[in-house]
T-cell receptor
Framework: AQSVTQLDSHVSVSEGTPVLLRCNYSSSYSPSLFWYVQHPNKGLQLLLKYTSAATLVKGINGFEAEFKKSETSFHLTKPSAHMSDAAEYFCVVTVTGGGNKLTFGTGTQLKVEL | EAGVAQSPRYKIIEKRQSVAFWCNPISGHATLYWYQQILGQGPKLLIQFQNNGVVDDSQLPKDRFSAERLKGVDSTLKIQPAKLEDSAVYLC???????????????FGQGTRLTVV
């Protein structure tokens, strides 16, 4: 079985300050992990993915995430928030040999204030 | 490269009516997913196809929901009869995964927002 837990349902930051969105995963096998972003009335867009290569993954729009097996975590970070980053973010896990089933977290709503 | 196409974008129906959603995945993608996203929640997998075969439909309410992907390309999801709690966004996604499951990125359509009144 596989699952993800997004530790914060809402995160609020000021523009220009760092962003941290937390995700912990659980899986019986080696996982692949993703972060997707969903802007209002838009489809889900892939930010970045980890598939057993480098543990520090860089994505689009300045986001990055670090896979930490010992902590079963895959937190999403960005050094400096921009107003356009305000959206819902989903952490997703899948496992090789698990039928490629994608399991979503419950989402973190990021608010960016001036 | 064209993305995942879904139609309609919006649909309003009365409870007990039927509705169908259509999805055309990215060309060549073997895996197709249907997700249900209720407001304020993360997407929940309803059904997953590998080509025209069902891989996982464990969370599909089979008494009212059905889905098919007859030629291994486009897919339809049907609800009959609809209930109020079916109000949600229905997302279709596709992935170029083959038997080695190495390329697991999924590409999502914009979804169909269903309102049942």
């Amino acid at each position: 079985a596989q699952s993800v837990t997004q530790l914060d349902s809402h995160v609020s930051v000021s523009e220009g300050t760092p962003v941290l969105l937390r995700c912990n995963y659980s899986s019986s096998y080696s996982p692949s992990l993703f972060w997707y972003v969903q802007h209002p009335n838009k489809g889900l867009q892939l930010l970045l993915k980890y598939t057993s290569a480098a543990t520090l993954v860089k994505g689009i729009n300045g986001f990055e995430a670090e896979f930490k097996k010992s902590e079963t975590s895959f937190h999403l970070t960005k050094p400096s928030a921009h107003m356009s980053d305000a959206a819902e973010y989903f952490c997703v896990v899948t496992v090789t040999g698990g039928g490629n089933k994608l399991t979503f977290g419950t989402g973190t709503q990021l608010k960016v204030e001036l | 490269e064209a993305g995942v196409a879904q139609s309609p974008r919006y649909k309003i129906i009365e409870k007990r009516q039927s509705v169908a959603f259509w999805c055309n995945p990215i060309s060549g993608h073997a895996t197709l997913y249907w997700y249900q996203q209720i407001l304020g929640q993360g997407p929940k997998l309803l059904i997953q196809f590998q080509n025209n075969g069902v891989v996982d439909d464990s969370q599909l309410p089979k008494d009212r929901f059905s889905a098919e992907r007859l030629k291994g390309v486009d897919s339809t999801l049907k609800i009959q009869p609809a209930k109020l709690e079916d109000s949600a966004v229905y997302l279709c996604a596709s992935s170029p995964t083959g038997h080695n499951f190495m390329n697991t990125e999924a590409f999502f359509g914009q979804g169909t927002r269903l309102t049942v009144v």
